[in-house]
């Protein structure tokens, strides 16, 4: 469970004692409270094997007790329930290939159902990895962008999609599929955001003499670039590269970026507030 509340004594008590009361046995339990906004946040894992309640009326246990009283937002979920990942994709395969070598590897505990394209180009990928890829052009006047998302939307339902990954593709997502997926869609950013947003930010980079670039993996949302931010590194570069260097170097750290925030939001470690992240060991 994850949760979050404004802040006030006796919160992890109440909630410890009401699953030891019930004979679940607590195997992790990390929290943390933001002192400026006065908030409370945690993350507590449970064994089911004896606890009296039954898994279907959990949600509405906690609900009842303890949401009303003190304001409580909070997410149950079920190790036993894989999260299912579409991944999406232009033409660029380094993001790719690390995901799917990380899946076929045991890293995550998850299922991915499906690649979306707007290309063809990576189609032999997912062929490699046995995983159906699905392809919609977009016209370069997006007059049929509209038509195109819908089509995908359809799909993910198809494919009971719990969340989507961008690895490196390249199209904005519409309000329509944010709104569908409320951080539950990860992009890669190649640069050390809020530095260079938008288009070319290694050669940004280049032109402004930067010492370092890096990389950000967040959540997407309607302000291209502005989502709560999962994931940064960076490496020093120096006045002998070039924007083709730079590339280069970013494209090691982008693979790792986001294979990290992608494993943190498998394993349910990451709660969202504002426009924040707070990411639990």
């Known amino acids: 469970m994850l949760l979050h509340c404004p802040d006030q004594q006796g919160i992890i008590s109440e909630v410890t004692k009401f699953i030891t009361d019930n004979h679940g046995n607590i195997v992790y339990l990390d929290q943390y409270v933001d002192r400026q906004d006065g908030m ?3 993350r507590i894992e449970w064994e089911l094997e004896s606890f009296l309640i039954p898994r279907d009326k959990i949600r509405e246990y906690v609900d009842t007790l303890y949401a009303q009283r003190y304001n409580m937002t909070f997410n149950l979920y079920f190790n036993d329930e894989k999260p299912r990942m579409a991944i999406f994709v232009s033409k660029m395969s380094h993001c790719l290939y690390d995901l799917l070598a990380r899946w076929k590897a045991g890293e995550f505990d998850v299922d991915i159902p499906c690649i979306v394209s707007n290309h063809e180009d990576l189609r032999y990928v997912a062929l490699m990895f046995g995983i159906p890829y699905f392809v919609w052009s977009i016209n370069k ?10 089509e ?13 990954v961008l690895a490196r593709y390249m199209q904005i997502i519409s309000d329509d599929m944010i709104a569908a997926y409320p951080h539950h869609i990860i992009n890669i950013h190649h640069s050390f955001l809020p530095a260079f947003v938008g288009a070319k930010p290694y050669h940004q980079a280049w032109e402004r003499g930067v010492k370092i670039i890096g990389a950000t993996s967040h959540y997407v949302t309607s302000e291209l670039d502005a989502g709560p931010i999962i ?5 020093r570069i120096t006045h002998k590269d070039t924007p083709e260097s730079l590339v280069l170097k970013g494209k090691d750290l982008e693979k790792i970026v986001l294979s990290h925030a992608v494993s943190k939001h498998i394993q349910r470690k990451i709660l969202t507030y504002k426009n924040k992240t707070i990411i639990f060991s």
Do not use: C, G, R, Y
């Not at 799909?155 to 989507?164: G, M, P, Q, R």
């Open 152 to 164: 995908e939307m359809k799909l993910l339902k198809e494919k009971n999609v719990t969340f989507i």
């Open 40 to 42: 409370f946040f945690m």
């Open 141 to 150: 006047d997006h007059s049929n962008k509209a038509e195109v998302e819908a």
């Open 231 to 235: 994931e940064q590194d960076v490496v």
